[in-house]
């Protein structure tokens, strides 16, 4: 869970502790699982928010990082410079 957990820290100056327990928080797991790949691909496909090999039908891209930004409650530079150009 390294990419969302990394954003967390950056995005909150979260120390890794804190960020871990966020992001399971936000993801509704235990912080242990973040690091159960089993779990974290379920979970990954449940939220749709991207998969290190994703399948046909989930989400891919810009669009994972749009349900990152979304589940974890935080700003994503690439989604915000996207909805600015769409949304101006």
Known sequence: MGDPLGR???????????????????????????TDPVIMAEVREDLQIGAVTPLPGCAKGIEAKFRIAEVLGIDINCVQRFKDKIWR
């Open 8 to 34: 967390v820290q950056m995005a909150r100056g979260m120390r890794i502790q804190e960020a871990r327990r966020y992001v399971a928080d936000k993801l509704g797991i235990a912080v242990l699982e973040l």
